[in-house]
Nanobody, 124 residues
Framework: QVQLVESGGGLVQAGGSLRLSCAAS????????MAWYRQAPGKQRELVAL???????NYADSVKGRFTISRDNAKNTVFLQMNSLKPEDTAVYYC??????????????????WGQGTLVTVSS
């Protein structure tokens, strides 16, 4: 079993900060990229930030300079530090990762895994 569990969402005032965490658990041999997506009401899911296995990062233009993605490989965890939050940041945030499960049956194949999402609400 391999899964991602997000935490840290909640209600915050505009201008405030939140830190999201996402931990991978189960039979994890290794993790390639990890990313955060979000889906706002009435909108498609979009990439917010991505961090590679070598810790290079990518950000959506809308969050660049405000959000920071990081990872702790020893803990199989990715974080999203969100500062200067705006009402338009309101969305369900989903963790995503390319995971290499352990076990002979998996060999070198990877599995794209999604968390169930955590709600972030930013009030004006």
């Amino acid at each position: 079993q391999v899964q991602l569990v997000e935490s840290g969402g909640g209600l915050v005032q505009a201008g405030g900060s939140l830190r999201l965490s996402c931990a991978a658990s189960g039979s994890v041999l290794g993790i390639s990229h990890m990313a955060w997506y979000r889906q706002a009401p009435g909108k498609q899911r979009e990439l917010v930030a991505l961090i590679s296995s070598r810790s290079s990062t990518n950000y959506a233009d809308s969050v660049k300079g405000r959000f920071t993605i990081s990872r702790d490989n020893a803990k199989n965890t990715v974080f999203l530090q969100m500062n200067s939050l705006k009402p338009e940041d309101t969305a369900v945030y989903y963790c995503n990762a390319e995971i290499f499960p352990s076990g002979a049956a998996w060999r070198d194949r990877s599995l794209e895994v999604w968390g169930q999402g955590t709600l972030v609400t930013v009030s004006s």
